[in-house]
T-cell receptor
């Protein structure tokens, strides 16, 4: 069965702190895709990254970085030097190769960045 | 401006009303989706359309009726809803590439059933 776990319900940090959002997944497929989405208060789910299961390279995009480790079934997301605009709910999600239409979401982590 | 637009953004309806949510995607994608986001529950897939054909109905009650007239437009017709149907309804689209499928979401329609 597929499952995505985001154990951190809410995280609060002060601006300029680094913060890591954890994501652990379960799947029996050998080919799968992992995602992170950001949901600001407006409601829109903003796509941040997609990672394929056969590509374990870590990725950096500006202040954002992602650490994919198949050995621990984790796909963690780090924001460096956080800003108030980073305040949002962040969702990790999984889809499997045989059903890429179906995103399995975690319950989300609410990040609050205080000035 | 988002590539997936939804209207209305907010809707309040009574349990006996009939209303519709509208979604339009400007990304040239082939697939469109409805997702439901309730308080304290994970996002749930409701319906999937590929090239206007419904390919998935995730055990959604018949009081929700989707319509996809073409690859760019998707509707969700609502009738005799219950208060527990109050939620954020998110429309999405994707190009359905064989090498992995990235789904892009709209801003959502906040629905309150009274």
């Amino acid at each position: 069965a597929q499952k995505v776990t985001q154990a951190q319900t809410e995280i609060s940090v002060v601006e300029k702190e680094d913060v890591t959002l954890d994501c652990v997944y379960e799947t029996r497929d050998t080919t799968y895709y992992l995602f992170w989405y950001k949901q600001p208060p407006s409601g829109e789910l903003v796509f941040l990254i997609r990672r394929n299961s056969f590509d374990e390279q870590n990725e950096i995009s500006g202040r954002y970085s992602w650490n994919f480790q198949k050995s621990t079934s984790s796909f963690n997301f780090t924001i460096t030097a956080s800003q108030v605009v980073d305040s949002a709910v962040y969702f990790c999600a999984l889809s499997e190769a045989l059903d890429t239409d179906k995103l399995i979401f975690g319950t989300g982590t609410r990040l609050q960045v205080f000035p | 401006e988002t590539g997936v637009t939804q209207t209305p953004r907010h809707l309040v309806m009574g349990m006996t009303n009939k209303k519709s949510l509208k979604c339009e995607q400007h990304l040239g994608h082939n697939a469109m989706y409805w997702y439901k986001q309730s308080a304290k529950k994970p996002l749930e897939l409701m319906f999937v359309y590929n090239f206007k054909e419904q390919t998935e109905n995730n055990s959604v009650p018949s009081r929700f009726s989707p319509e996809c007239p073409n690859s760019s437009h998707l509707f969700l017709h609502l009738h005799t809803l219950q208060p527990e149907d109050s939620a954020l309804y998110l429309c999405a689209s994707s190009p359905r590439q064989a090498s992995g499928n990235t789904i892009y979401f709209g801003e959502g329609s906040w629905l309150t059933v009274v």
